[in-house]
C-alpha cells in the first residue's frame, strides 16, 4: 500500500521506538529497555520525539488520519536516517511493519543475543501471549526462550500461543466498556497456575497489573531483565 519506503535510502540507523503507551503510561518500561538494548550491545538511537506509529486511529476506522500519521513517520525516519526499527509494542510492530516499515520486536531482539544474557531467576512462571505479537504475527517462541534462559520454568495458560485469549484491554474495549474489559483480564488471571505472570506488551501488562488479586506478581519482560 506505501510502496517501499526504504528502497535506495541507504539508512543506516537503528531506532529504538517504545511506542505512545510506553512512553506516556509507562517510562519506566522504556527505561528498563533502553538499558537491556545498551547491555546488548545493540547500536541504536532514541528519539523521544517520535510520532504515533497510528494504531488506534486505524482500528477506530479513521483511515485518513491514520495515513497521515504513517506519512509523518516516513518524514520522521528519513530525517534520522533510519533503516530498521525496535520495538517493544506489539500493536506498533504490527501497524509499522503492515505499512513496510522494517521492524524487529524486542523480543527478536533479546532472542539473537541470549549469550549476552545471564540467569538470574528460579521457578515457575506463567507468559501471557499479546494478540498483536502472537496471533497476528507468529512470535511464540521468543518470549518463552528467553525466560527459560534466565532461569524460569514457563506453566503455560490452558490456552496459549495462537489459541491465547484477549487480555481486555485492547479494541477500545478498556476505554468504552470497562467492566467488560476488567471481566476478561479476571478471567485470564484466574487460570493461572502459578503466582507470576509475564508479558510482553504494555496494554497487557497494564491490564493484568490493574486486575491482578493479591497474591499475584504481574511483570513485563524488562522488569526481569534489569
Known amino acids: 500500500?506505501?510502496?517501499?519506503?526504504?528502497?535506495?535510502?541507504?539508512a543506516k540507523n537503528t531506532l529504538y521506538?517504545?511506542?505512545?503507551?510506553?512512553?506516556?503510561?509507562?517510562?519506566?518500561i522504556e527505561k528498563n529497555y533502553l538499558s537491556v538494548l545498551t547491555a546488548l550491545g545493540v547500536d541504536y538511537v532514541f528519539v523521544p520525539e517520535f510520532s504515533c506509529c497510528g494504531?488506534?486511529?486505524?482500528?477506530?476506522?479513521?483511515?485518513?488520519?491514520?495515513?497521515?500519521?504513517?506519512?509523518k513517520n516516513k518524514s520522521f525516519m528519513k530525517k534520522y536516517g533510519v533503516g530498521k526499527i525496535i520495538t517493544n509494542c506489539p500493536?506498533?510492530?504490527?501497524?509499522?511493519?503492515?505499512?513496510?516499515?522494517?521492524?524487529?520486536h524486542v523480543t527478536q531482539t533479546i532472542s539473537a543475543r541470549l549469550e549476552?544474557?545471564?540467569a538470574r531467576?528460579?521457578?515457575?512462571?506463567?507468559?501471557?501471549d499479546p494478540c498483536h505479537l502472537g496471533?497476528?504475527?507468529?512470535i511464540f517462541d521468543e518470549p518463552r526462550r528467553i525466560l527459560a534462559h534466565i532461569g524460569f520454568a514457563v506453566v503455560e495458560l490452558p490456552k496459549c500461543r495462537q489459541d491465547s485469549p484477549c487480555c481486555g484491554g485492547g479494541g477500545g474495549l478498556r476505554t468504552n466498556y470497562p467492566d467488560?474489559?476488567?471481566k476478561v483480564a479476571r478471567f485470564v488471571l484466574g487460570q493461572l497456575q502459578t503466582k507470576r505472570l509475564v508479558t510482553t506488551c504494555p496494554m497487557c501488562y497494564k491490564q493484568f497489573k490493574d486486575n491482578a488479586g493479591e497474591g499475584v506478581e504481574v511483570y513485563e519482560l524488562s522488569e526481569l531483565l534489569v
Open 1 to 10: 500500500m506505501f510502496g517501499k519506503f526504504f528502497e535506495g535510502l541507504f
Open 17 to 28: 521506538y517504545p511506542g505512545c503507551l510506553t512512553h506516556f503510561a509507562l517510562p519506566e
Open 55 to 71: 494504531s488506534p486511529v486505524k482500528h477506530a476506522g479513521y483511515a485518513k488520519d491514520f495515513d497521515d500519521l504513517i506519512e
Open 91 to 104: 500493536a506498533c510492530y504490527r501497524v509499522l511493519s503492515d505499512a513496510e516499515f522494517k521492524v524487529e
Open 116 to 118: 549476552k544474557v545471564s
Open 121 to 128: 531467576h528460579s521457578g515457575e512462571i506463567t507468559y501471557h
Open 135 to 138: 496471533r497476528h504475527r507468529g
Open 180 to 182: 467488560v474489559s476488567e
